[in-house]
């Protein structure tokens, strides 16, 4: 599975954005898709998951409320829009997919698409 991440950019605080996950090579179907970010600096860190086939969702607590990931079937994408952005939600975001059916948040996923920029100033 080969993994696209677009849709980053510069916004101010309280705007929005929305990323895109795009795999090619084979359907999402079967797989959890997770957004994961890394600043500089720091670790990389969990930020929302969707199982393909159940729709169960997943998000990490500083999101929950402001961001909402979905898919596409009919384009095999999935989508995080971010709403009510913070200058503490720049960095750089990753998409990443896996088989697992569980432990989303645990970054051990197969593939990992390259990253894109997100940058909220204040």
């Known amino acids: 599975v080969q993994l696209q991440a677009s849709g980053g950019g510069l916004v101010q605080a309280g705007e929005s954005l929305r990323l895109s996950c795009a795999a090619s090579g084979r359907s999402f179907s079967g797989y959890a898709v997770g957004w994961f970010r890394q600043a500089p600096g720091k670790e990389r860190e969990f930020v929302a998951a969707i199982r393909w086939n159940s729709y169960s969702t997943d998000y990490a607590d500083s999101v929950k409320g402001r961001f909402a990931i979905s898919r596409d079937v009919a384009k095999n994408t999935v989508y995080l829009q971010m709403n009510s952005l913070k200058p503490e939600d720049t960095a750089v975001y990753y998409c990443?997919?896996?088989?697992?059916?569980?432990?989303?948040?645990?970054?051990?996923?197969?593939?990992w698409g390259q990253g894109t920029q997100v940058t909220v100033s204040s």
């Open positions: 990443a997919a896996d088989q697992k059916r569980g432990d989303y948040a645990n970054p051990l996923y197969a593939y």
